[in-house]
């Protein structure tokens, strides 16, 4: 085959179509503007212009998990990339598939402290899955395709491929996909098939089983999900999802416990703690999730299924470690199961059903809705009612109205939920949501956020109103940074230090110094209405709701405790102050 | 459960000799408080373009699991190998010593150079600079000896390793 020779920026340009690219999100600058020049010139690529860089990457974030392909980023050199550095890390901690592609100086500058340059490769190191300098157009068509294998293998995550200058103008090789292959990186996808028979055996001669799963099932795909669904109903096997994994089994099944971990449900934590099989599939152990390490499900045998190696006896050592994809480790799974004719001692599973139920009993998500003040998981539960018949995506910030999504709303699909998990990351949500909409022009897009966490990234109002994305974004608004303040009523004696928004914005105004549509709604007889007109609306929408500004998320594991000592909260045992010097000093 | 004894292990890695992948090695290190004894990294396959780097680390068992496993998963990496696991291996390291002395320490200097098979490869009226080949401790052994006797400057390589008998990476 004759080599095709371009220009560098068409050889970028032409990789991404050659992948498959529809859509990328980005902010131009100097040292990226042969690129911007070449897009503009091909038109063949949708740019959405954000107006801050980590928006573009939260961005990227929402269209790739939502749609389970790669989320391609494009900025400048310097600050372009440094901004984009929070955004990266957001995908590395979640392992979301995401292409960055950064402008650099020219390569003689570099290292001159040149005008708008920073070392990003030094920078993003420890924030990405991997990334490239590219010093040399002979390399770039390889490595612009070396790297969305990287990507999207294993575990995903996010890549950045800094571009100097020069190199996006001189003349480059072009090879096509089939061409590279990667002489190193091929993660292994099959489990061994040994082990996942003991594993069998074990979850078979189980009395006390429970499937625990996390992100990594829904990065495995929708089929994953499926058999995920299938293998669980089939073994009669209690399950609980993580914050990541919601909506890779359908939440209004029998056999979902709810979300497990700090702010999960009582059954979950309750069921993980007591359990004597844990079938931990696609979920890492987070701190979030298992509390205190030396008091974690003291009783059970651990098996792990993990397509990273390095997240098998991480925190807590298992007894059987499984390295493979969730999806292709589950369909051997369910072949084996059902080739072996196994079937957990009905009795046993009827008496921890039992004991589940009682668990459940404490209705520990349950709130009581005034009359004169809107309770904010009260808003999520009527969004949820609202939205059943609707192609639904919810995005949120971080915090209490974080949580109470999680707690609330029902998810029953894959790539429904886009949340910020592992990071953290308030001034999310609203980007997200913006990427997710784009990905799906039809769908209701809803981002749950807080008065806090919305100022984080509101500029991305103008990206909404430009690009005609109707996302609906609904402030859970308490007039506080909520967690921070919950923590500081739990641990710190109630000194609400630096947590109060003394100085909000006029939600209404802003949206439509925006152009367009603010609502606002403080009593609870109006909340039904006013979703509804915020459903309505054919634009974005931005409602702010007034909610309890002392209400607390519950239930909560305080760091340091086990699963066992859950705070189940006002409706049970009131707030108290939680008395731990340990848990103070743990995040 | 938790396994608390700390051991020191041996680990080769083998990489693509491509820039920075020293700095994500030593990142990785630094980044998720792993400690590294010694170090060495050197092209060892110039028509693939491979290094080799020696890590010697300590930790729990689960740690040094870690620790290989995080290794792993970096992209350029091709392999890694615990040494102190897989087998008997044999590790040495060289050491340039300066001495500065005179009279009988100058002297005793010489003399326990020559048992323990160091070369003087520099020297001066009033100094010696001795090159020692050997396991890590033979080293520490002969420099504690030449402490008193004028030791004024110490330069190490670090520990290549590789396994014997047969087995290869």
Same mark, same amino acid.
């Given at each position: 085959?004759?080599?095709?020779?371009?220009?560098? @920026?068409?050889?970028?340009?032409?990789?991404? &179509?050659?992948?498959?690219? /529809?859509?990328?999100?980005?902010?131009?600058?100097?040292?990226?503007?042969?690129?911007?020049?070449?897009?503009?010139?091909?038109?063949?690529?949708?740019?959405?212009?954000?107006?801050?860089?980590?928006?573009?990457?939260?961005?990227?974030?929402?269209?790739?998990?939502?749609?389970?392909?790669?989320?391609?980023?494009?900025?400048?050199?310097?600050?372009?990339?440094?901004?984009?550095?929070?955004?990266?890390?957001?995908?590395?901690?979640?392992?979301?598939?995401?292409?960055?592609?950064?402008?650099?100086?020219?390569?003689?500058?570099?290292?001159?402290?040149?005008?708008?340059?920073?070392?990003?490769?030094?920078?993003?190191?420890?924030?990405?899955?991997?990334?490239?300098?590219?010093?040399?157009?002979?390399?770039?068509?390889?490595?612009?395709?070396?790297?969305?294998?990287?990507?999207?293998?294993?575990?995903? %995550?996010?890549?950045?491929?800094?571009?100097?200058?020069?190199?996006?103008?001189?003349?480059? $090789?072009?090879?096509?996909?089939? #061409?590279?292959?990667?002489?190193?990186?091929?993660?292994?996808?099959? %489990?061994?098939?040994?082990?996942?028979?003991?594993?069998?055996?074990?979850?078979? =001669?189980?009395?006390?089983? *429970?499937?625990?799963?996390?992100?990594?099932?829904?990065?495995?795909?929708?089929?994953?999900?499926?058999?995920?669904?299938?293998?669980?109903?089939?073994?009669?096997?209690?399950?609980?999802?993580?914050?990541?994994?919601?909506?890779?089994?359908?939440?209004?099944?029998?056999?979902?416990?709810?979300?497990?971990?700090?702010?999960?449900?009582?059954?979950?934590?309750?069921?993980?703690?007591?359990?004597?099989?844990?079938?931990?599939?696609?979920?890492?152990? +987070?701190?979030?999730?298992?509390?205190?390490?030396?008091?974690?499900?003291?009783?059970?045998?651990?098996?792990?299924?993990?397509?990273? #190696?390095?997240?098998?006896?991480?925190? &807590?050592?298992?007894?059987?470690?499984?390295?493979?994809?969730?999806?292709?480790?589950?369909?051997?799974?369910?072949?084996?199961?059902?080739?072996?004719?196994?079937?957990?001692?009905?009795?046993?599973?009827?008496?921890?059903?039992?004991?589940?139920?009682?668990?459940?009993?404490?209705?520990?998500?349950?709130?009581?809705? $005034?009359?004169?003040?809107?309770?904010?998981?009260?808003?999520?539960?009527?969004?949820?009612?609202?939205?059943?018949?609707?192609?639904?995506?919810?995005?949120?910030?971080?915090?209490?109205?974080?949580?109470?999504?999680?707690?609330?709303?029902?998810?029953?699909?894959?790539?429904?939920?886009?949340?910020?998990?592992?990071?953290?990351?308030?001034?999310?949500?609203?980007?997200?949501?913006?990427?997710?909409?784009?990905?799906?022009?039809?769908?209701?897009?809803?981002?749950?956020?807080?008065?806090? @966490?919305?100022?984080?990234?509101? #500029?991305?109002?103008?990206?909404?109103?430009?690009?005609?994305? $109707?996302?609906?974004?609904?402030?859970?608004?308490?007039?506080?940074?909520?967690?921070?303040?919950?923590?500081?009523?739990?641990?710190?004696? =109630?000194?609400?230090?630096?947590?109060?928004?003394?100085?909000?914005?006029?939600?209404?105004?802003? @949206?439509? !110094?925006? %152009?367009?549509?603010?609502?606002?709604?403080?009593?609870?007889?109006?909340?039904? +209405?006013?979703?509804?007109?915020?459903?309505?609306?054919?634009? $974005?929408? *931005?409602?702010?709701?007034?909610?309890?500004?002392?209400?607390?998320?519950?239930?909560?594991?305080?760091?340091?405790?086990?699963?066992?000592?859950?705070?189940?909260?006002?409706?049970?045992?009131?707030?108290?102050?939680?008395?731990?010097?340990?848990?103070?000093?743990? &995040? | 459960?938790?396994?608390?004894?700390?051991?020191?292990?041996?680990?080769?890695?083998?990489?693509?000799?491509?820039?920075?992948?020293?700095?994500?090695?030593?990142?990785?290190?630094?980044?998720?408080?792993?400690?590294?004894?010694?170090?060495?990294?050197?092209?060892?396959?110039?028509?693939?373009? #491979?290094?080799?780097?020696?890590?010697?680390?300590?930790?729990?068992?689960?740690?040094?699991?870690?620790?290989?496993?995080?290794?792993?998963?970096?992209?350029?990496?091709?392999?890694?190998?615990?040494?102190?696991?897989?087998?008997?291996?044999?590790?040495?390291?060289?050491?340039?010593?300066?001495?500065?002395?005179?009279?009988?320490?100058?002297?005793?200097?010489?003399?326990? !150079?020559?048992?323990?098979?160091?070369?003087?490869?520099?020297?001066?009226?009033?100094?010696?600079?001795?090159?020692?080949?050997?396991?890590? /401790?033979?080293?520490?052994?002969?420099?504690?000896?030449?402490?008193?006797?004028?030791?004024?400057?110490?330069?190490?390589?670090?520990?290549?390793?590789?396994?014997?008998?047969?087995?290869?990476?």
């Amino acid at each position: 085959m004759a080599e095709r020779i371009l220009n560098g @920026s068409e050889v970028v340009l032409q990789a991404l &179509v050659d992948q498959g690219v /529809e859509v990328v999100f980005g902010y131009p600058g100097g040292a990226v503007l042969p690129l911007y020049d070449e897009i503009f010139k091909q038109n063949r690529i949708r740019h959405i212009l954000v107006r801050h860089e980590q928006a573009a990457v939260h961005a990227a974030e929402g269209y790739a998990r939502s749609t389970g392909k790669v989320g391609v980023v494009l900025v400048t050199s310097g600050p372009g990339a440094t901004n984009a550095v929070t955004g990266l890390t957001d995908a590395l901690m979640d392992s979301i598939p995401i292409i960055c592609l950064t402008g650099q100086v020219p390569t003689h500058l570099i290292g001159n402290d040149a005008f708008q340059e920073a070392d990003t490769t030094g920078i993003t190191r420890p924030c990405t899955k991997h990334n490239y300098l590219v010093k040399d157009s002979e390399k770039l068509a390889r490595t612009m395709h070396e790297a969305f294998h990287v990507a999207t293998s294993g575990r995903p %995550g996010p890549v950045v491929i800094d571009l100097p200058k020069d190199i996006l103008v001189a003349k480059a $090789p072009y090879l096509e996909p089939s #061409q590279v292959t990667h002489r190193t990186y091929n993660p292994i996808v099959k %489990g061994d098939r040994g082990q996942i028979e003991q594993a069998i055996e074990l979850l078979a =001669s189980a009395k006390k089983p *429970i499937l625990y799963c996390g992100g990594g099932v829904i990065n495995s795909g929708s089929q994953a999900c499926k058999i995920l669904t299938e293998f669980t109903r089939m073994t009669g096997v209690p399950i609980t999802l993580t914050l990541m994994g919601l909506g890779a089994y359908p939440a209004s099944d029998k056999q979902y416990l709810g979300m497990l971990g700090m702010h999960g449900t009582y059954e979950a934590n309750m069921a993980m703690h007591d359990c004597d099989v844990m079938i931990a599939i696609g979920a890492r152990f +987070d701190d979030r999730v298992t509390g205190n390490l030396d008091f974690f499900s003291p009783g059970s045998q651990k098996v792990q299924i993990d397509i990273d #190696q390095s997240s098998i006896n991480k925190n &807590v050592p298992v007894d059987i470690g499984i390295i493979g994809d969730v999806g292709h480790v589950l369909e051997d799974m369910m072949k084996i199961w059902k080739a072996k004719q196994h079937r957990i001692d009905a009795k046993a599973l009827d008496s921890w059903w039992d004991e589940i139920e009682g668990w459940r009993g404490k209705r520990c998500l349950s709130y009581k809705q $005034p009359n004169d003040v809107i309770k904010p998981q009260h808003v999520i539960r009527r969004l949820h009612a609202l939205t059943r018949d609707r192609k639904t995506y919810i995005t949120t910030d971080v915090g209490q109205h974080q949580m109470w999504a999680a707690q609330h709303f029902g998810f029953e699909h894959p790539h429904e939920w886009m949340t910020s998990g592992g990071l953290g990351t308030m001034g999310y949500g609203m980007p997200a949501a913006m990427g997710v909409q784009v990905a799906h022009p039809d769908a209701t897009v809803i981002c749950f956020t807080g008065d806090a @966490s919305v100022m984080m990234n509101i #500029q991305e109002c103008a990206t909404l109103k430009q690009y005609h994305l $109707p996302v609906k974004t609904v402030i859970l608004n308490n007039r506080y940074m909520g967690m921070v303040r919950q923590w500081q009523q739990l641990l710190h004696g =109630s000194r609400y230090s630096e947590s109060y928004s003394e100085s909000l914005p006029d939600f209404v105004k802003l @949206s439509e !110094a925006f %152009g367009f549509t603010g609502l606002t709604c403080n009593n609870p007889a109006d909340l039904d +209405d006013t979703l509804k007109q915020m459903l309505e609306i054919d634009g $974005p929408v *931005i409602l702010d709701v007034a909610v309890d500004d002392k209400e607390n998320c519950y239930p909560m594991i305080p760091s340091g405790k086990p699963h066992n000592e859950m705070l189940l909260g006002a409706e049970t045992n009131g707030d108290e102050a939680i008395d731990s010097d340990e848990g103070m000093v743990l &995040v | 459960m938790k396994e608390t004894e700390i051991s020191k292990h041996t680990i080769s890695i083998l990489v693509d000799n491509e820039a920075g992948v020293l700095a994500r090695v030593i990142g990785l290190f630094s980044g998720r408080g792993y400690n590294i004894e010694s170090l060495t990294v050197a092209e060892v396959d110039a028509s693939y373009h #491979q290094s080799r780097i020696t890590v010697v680390t300590s930790g729990t068992p689960m740690v040094i699991e870690q620790i290989k496993a995080q290794l792993s998963r970096l992209v350029p990496v091709h392999k890694v190998s615990d040494l102190t696991l897989s087998g008997p291996s044999v590790e040495r390291e060289l050491a340039l010593i300066k001495v500065i002395a005179s009279g009988e320490k100058r002297v005793e200097s010489l003399r326990i !150079a020559d048992i323990f098979k160091a070369r003087a490869v520099d020297a001066t009226n009033s100094s010696f600079v001795f090159e020692i080949i050997g396991s890590p /401790e033979k080293i520490d052994a002969f420099i504690k000896l030449m402490e008193p006797l004028g030791l004024s400057e110490t330069s190490r390589t670090g520990v290549a390793a590789i396994s014997r008998g047969t087995l290869t990476m």
